[in-house]
């Protein structure tokens, strides 16, 4: 069986695949030329056509049902979708590499209920390449696809210099850029993994236009470069080669992720954003749980918590405490900690005493 030489590879450790070249090309010449034709038959009795159609759903069904038999999550990439595919562990996307489409895309997704992955490798300069990582590392899969190249791309964007193990001047600089950018991304777990257990629970896609939370506001039909990253977050990330882009805000303020700055709603702003910083904006009232980086999660791992609350003398933010590794929590066997901000202080409380504890409160502050 087609499941069978992937369940091997799966017993060996593989913690997921990234299932290229699911969907189809009809391009003409040979080496764009894929899969099957349209004219194909299938035993089902459907046609060639229609299999494209859902083929990449089929894909992704097949090599998630070998994880579900050993109670064990993946996070998958594939290239093509039908309808009801977001209870899947898997995010779409695609060898287009224009990046104001892949902001496009990761607002677009959202109206389906689905997830985007944009990939970085190569790059033109050093603008692009970063402005390319920012938006990997707010994305739902941060995802450097350099399979191809020799060295890390933050060493070298240009493949051929790559391949060749020239470096950039720069390199030891940008390799910190890099570290700290990813570094970022792993603050942000908690507060991503939060944002997807409500993805489960109510259907609210994590990462979705501005539009779906202010429905109302007749400026966001227009937009399509910037995106809400669950309840509190605003990513606006950059694409062209420099480092200030307009961003509009939606009604209340909203805080500078890199430097707390204040704007207010229903304006636009030119803002600065340096390359190893994240275009990142947090509504006022939101309670904002960091992590202290760490280099790999695994089921031992405890979260150390500096939490922000910005605007407000009063917040609270919902966590989930599972195993981070199985389907246990669907039996029950998770815990919901609640973070509470109130008189000056932020609290955690656990509803139930689940059997390891996942986070713990190192600090906070309050940001007016």
């Not at 677009?108 to 692009?128: I, K, M, Q, T, Y």
Request: hydrophobic residues 35%; aromatic residues 16%.
């Amino acid at each position: 069986m087609f499941t069978d030489y992937h369940r091997t590879l799966i017993e060996e450790g593989i913690s997921g695949f990234k299932l290229d070249e699911c969907d189809n090309s009809n391009i003409s010449f040979a080496s764009a030329t894929w899969c099957f034709p349209d004219m194909a038959q299938f035993p089902s009795g459907i046609d060639g056509e229609k299999m494209h159609q859902v083929f990449g759903s089929l894909y992704v069904n097949a090599m998630d049902s070998i994880y579900r038999e050993k109670n064990t999550r993946t996070y998958q990439d594939y290239r093509s979708s039908g309808m009801f595919m977001s209870p899947r562990n898997a995010v779409l996307y695609s060898d287009t590499y224009d990046p104001k489409e892949y902001i496009q895309a990761l607002c677009n997704s959202a109206f389906g209920g689905l997830l985007w992955c944009p990939e970085v490798r190569e790059a033109h300069s050093a603008e692009d390449f970063f402005h390319r990582l920012q938006t990997v590392i707010l994305s739902p899969q941060a995802m450097v696809n350099a399979w191809y190249l020799q060295y890390a791309p933050w060493l070298q964007f240009d493949r051929g210099k790559n391949e060749r193990g020239e470096f950039l001047p720069e390199a030891k600089r940008y390799e910190e850029y890099a570290r700290t950018l990813i570094n970022l991304r792993m603050q942000l777990i908690p507060y991503l993994y939060s944002a997807f257990y409500t993805y489960y629970k109510e259907g609210v896609p994590p990462f979705r236009p501005l539009l779906m939370d202010y429905p109302k506001d007749e400026r966001l039909r227009t937009i399509s470069d910037q995106y809400m990253m669950g309840d509190g977050l605003m990513a606006a990330p950059l694409y062209q080669n420099k480092k200030t882009r307009t961003v509009y805000f939606p009604e209340g303020t909203w805080y500078n992720f890199n430097t707390n700055e204040k704007y207010e709603g229903n304006r636009e702003y030119e803002i600065t954003t340096e390359l190893d910083q994240l275009p990142l904006y947090v509504r006022q009232g939101t309670l904002l749980p960091l992590a202290a980086p760490v280099p790999y999660v695994d089921a031992q791992t405890v979260f150390d918590l500096h939490c922000k609350v910005y605007g407000a003398p009063s917040a609270t933010f919902l966590l989930l405490e599972d195993d981070g590794i199985s389907y246990d929590f669907q039996k029950g066997q998770f815990n919901e900690v609640t973070l509470e901000a109130a008189k000056g202080k932020v609290k955690l409380k656990r509803t139930k005493e689940y059997k390891q504890k996942r986070y713990q409160l190192t600090d906070y502050e309050f940001i007016n």
